[in-house]
């Protein structure tokens, strides 16, 4: 099930925070040819809380859980980091990881577009909309989210574990 993967870094914006210190992942379809183990391989992986459904057309961000999303169905343009981010074309089978702090909002997808999201350990999260007066406070609890101890893809392997050492 290994895929190519790509990471990236995104600047604070001084609305949207994003991460300081770790990188965006984007694994390229690990999941293409079975989307609907998404959730099961997520949650066995001990990143659960898990939902389905799409991406809000919103920029927003979580300032106290990193997240995963996973392609269940069709596809999407996202942009990732606030107006001046990256835009991301996803499709059934992606998995995009979002550090904590990392603004992230659909520009436009296909009808059927579906995602799976969850959280390490479970993680209860925030919603933080772009609003510079919380801003401070999004980077303090951005510093307390502690790295993940498995890869929501890969478990006790992959990516994530490489790329965010501390």
Request: hydrophobic content about 35%; glycine content about 10%.
């Amino acid at each position: 099930m290994k895929s190519p993967f790509k990471s990236f870094m995104l600047q604070d914006d001084g609305i949207i925070p994003n991460n300081p210190d770790l990188p965006v992942l984007v694994y390229e379809g690990p999941f293409k040819d079975c989307p609907n183990e998404i959730e099961h391989i997520f949650n066995r992986h001990q990143w659960s809380n898990s939902w389905i459904n799409g991406i809000f057309d919103f920029h927003h961000y979580h300032s106290n859980a990193h997240e995963v999303l996973g392609v269940k169905a069709g596809s999407a343009v996202v942009l990732i980091g606030g107006e001046k981010g990256q835009h991301l074309n996803l499709s059934v089978g992606d998995v995009l990881v979002l550090p904590a702090g990392t603004g992230h909002k659909k520009l436009e997808s296909s009808q059927d577009f579906q995602v799976v999201g969850a959280y390490p350990n479970g993680q209860s999260y925030n919603m933080r909309k772009s609003d510079p007066s919380i801003h401070s406070q999004s980077m303090s609890e951005i510093a307390n989210v502690s790295i993940p101890q498995t890869d929501p893809v890969y478990g006790d392997s992959g990516p994530l574990l490489q790329a965010w050492k501390k």
